[in-house]
């Protein structure tokens, strides 16, 4: 009866350590997922840093003048900022704003450019 007892014990802390190992294996997927995302938010932080360096850059006096110098200039600018933002992969929609768009188009920001030229 002894044995059996403990061949029953092996068995079960076999099941165990496949039930861990299972377990282990969701956790490295997981791990790598987030490593992923990790990396991917990484490189779209630099590129808008990148991107908001050279805007506050192209418009040094813009806070530094008064509101109603705000013109059709100013605003072809930010559409111009905008699209090639979109062109370089990014969402500029509200839905998405700042977001890779992994290369496919997107329908708001699409939409919202147009209006902006329009
Ligand atoms: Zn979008």
Known sequence: MKDRNFLDTVM???QQLEVMQEQFST????????????????????HLRKRLEEVLSTQPEAEAQSGEQVSAVDIGEGYDNLA??????FHVCHVHFGGSRKGEDCLFCLSFLNKQNG
Not at 27 to 46: G, I, P, R
Not at 84 to 89: A, S, T, V
Request: aromatic share 10%; charged share 30%.
């Open 12 to 14: 079960e802390f076999e």
């Open 27 to 46: 956790l490295k997927q997981f791990v790598a997922h987030m490593m992923e995302e990790h990396q991917s938010l990484q490189t779209e932080n630099l």
């Open 84 to 89: 090639r933002l979109y062109h370089e992969g």
